[in-house]
Nanobody, 122 residues
Framework: QVQLVESGGGSVQAGGSLRLSCAAFGYAHHTDCMGWFRQAPGKEREGVAALDTDDRITYADSVKGRFTISQDNTKKLYLEMNNLKPEDTATYYC?????????????????WGQGTQVTVSS
């Protein structure tokens, strides 16, 4: 049983920063990949950033240079979000376990957290 719990969401003004965390429980530490995804109301879910089995990182073009994904030795996952824009407003989800090379393809991830809301005002 794998459990993922996100935290750190909130409301921030454009240009501000937030740091999201994802705590992994159970057998999540055995997963070969983890990532962050987001979904705005009425919009399709999209990949934000992902770590593969070799700690290679993939970012969505829309967040490159602004967001940083990282992971500590307990497999806790982080997403540092800087220079936030209103278009970053969404529910952010942590996901884990996927075939090698899945990258930002959310449909290939097995385990998901409940999500944390990020709201960026202009």
């Amino acid at each position: 049983q794998v459990q993922l719990v996100e935290s750190g969401g909130g409301s921030v003004q454009a240009g501000g920063s937030l740091r999201l965390s994802c705590a992994a429980f159970g057998y999540a530490h055995h997963t070969d990949c983890m990532g962050w995804f987001r979904q705005a109301p009425g919009k399709e879910r999209e990949g934000v950033a992902a770590l593969d089995t070799d700690d290679r990182i993939t970012y969505a073009d829309s967040v490159k240079g602004r967001f940083t994904i990282s992971q500590d030795n307990t497999k806790k996952l982080y997403l540092e979000m800087n220079n936030l824009k209103p278009e970053d407003t969404a529910t952010y989800y942590c996901a884990a376990d996927c075939p090698d090379g899945s990258g930002l393809e959310w449909r290939l991830y097995r385990y998901w957290g409940q999500g944390t809301q990020v709201t960026v005002s202009s």
